[in-house]
């Protein structure tokens, strides 16, 4: 069966219920396998997964280039694009330590690379991935908006920002959504920033959904992570910190089990059913993941099954911060 469909808040998009992240199939969770990504790719789009998510950092836009690959042999049209913009790296491929670079002049240079990358006229939605607090999100939005009237991007998007400030966005430009990381894992943006979003008729596209792999159900304590995975370095990857993590995917692990599914499936699926604004990136790299995740498609929650899996994994129960201790502090949404 093709893959749900839901509205990206009032003024977004059509999107399947579940999108695609495609950031680890050039970057930040070690090798990955061009060849097995395009067919991964290629799988999603024919099983009617319409929204991939990048950046134009992402491998130093190689890969833009990697899901321009990809579109050669399916239909654009087919495809929401989902692009974020405004992070720095160097040649050997290190991120800068100097602000986000989301200033209006940026919007403009950063949009015309990643058209000629992805080898399109138009980006669906165009975001900045972070906020710079010296440059008024006012600005950025204001440059995005002129953009999107002159038909370079067709939805504006926001990454990462606290309630105040989507508010401030919202007053300049209509908004289809939010991205921010939302799982059984990361509750924080329930308290504030969700019930601003839906006064607000904004949507959310929620990354980590399986935090970073360890909501996968096929993590492993020994796993050894390589130099240029970033979770070596994830406070929540760590020791004991790691050891307490796992405890709770057993327990959501054998909510799974009781229903026929997967603990990843559980995962994904939860994270649909906290509403129909709501969308899910999942970052699989390989056909029999992107095929796994997709089966949460098909699993209803009902409301006995929810309490069972809030249970497992208590909000707030989650062992370490998502992120080291200075990326937490460049996060609008975090403050």
């Known amino acids: 069966m093709p893959v749900s469909r839901r509205k990206l808040g009032a003024n977004g998009p059509e999107v399947s219920t579940i999108g695609l992240g495609a950031m680890g199939m050039s970057d930040l969770y070690g090798p990955a396998d061009d060849a097995e990504s395009i067919a991964t790719l290629h799988a999603a789009i024919d099983a009617g997964l319409n929204l ?10 190689a890969n833009e280039m990697l899901i321009a690959r990809a579109l050669r042999e399916r239909n654009r049209e087919d495809v929401v694009l989902s692009v974020k913009f405004g992070s720095r790296r160097a040649p050997d491929g290190s991120f800068q330590p100097v602000p986000y670079d989301v200033s209006p002049a940026a919007v403009k240079d950063r949009l015309s690379y990643s058209l000629r990358r992805l080898g399109t006229d138009y980006l669906d939605i165009y975001r900045p991935a972070r906020l710079n607090p010296q440059i008024p999100v006012e600005e950025t939005v204001g440059a995005l908006e002129e953009m999107r009237q002159a038909g370079y991007i067709r939805h504006i998007g926001l990454s990462e920002l606290g309630a105040d400030t989507i508010r401030r966005a ?13 799982s059984l894992l990361s509750r924080g943006p329930e308290e504030n920033i969700i019930p601003v979003l839906r006064e607000l008729g904004i949507g959310l596209t929620a990354y980590g959904v399986l935090s970073r792999g360890l909501l996968s159900g096929h993590w492993s304590p020994s796993r ?17 910190n790691l050891e307490a993590n796992l405890r709770l995917v057993e327990a ?10 997967v603990t990843s499936q559980v995962a994904i699926a939860w994270v649909a059913a906290q509403g129909q604004d709501i969308v899910p990136l999942v970052g699989a790299r390989r056909r029999e993941r992107l095929a796994e995740s997709l089966g949460a498609d098909d699993l ?36």
Do not use: C, N
């Open 52 to 61: 991939i998510d990048t950046g134009d950092f992402y491998g130093s836009g």
């Open 170 to 182: 919202a007053a300049v430009a209509p908004i289809s959504d939010l991205q921010i990381e939302y």
């Open 224 to 240: 050894e992570l390589s130099g240029g995975d970033f979770r070596a370095h994830s406070p929540r990857f760590q020791g004991e």
């Open 252 to 261: 959501l692990s054998r909510v799974a089990e009781r229903l026929g599914a």
């Open 300 to 335: 209803k929650l009902d409301r006995e099954t929810l309490d069972e899996i809030e249970a497992a994994i208590p909000a707030g129960s989650a062992a370490g911060e998502r992120y080291a201790a200075p990326m937490m502090a460049t996060l609008d949404s975090e403050r």
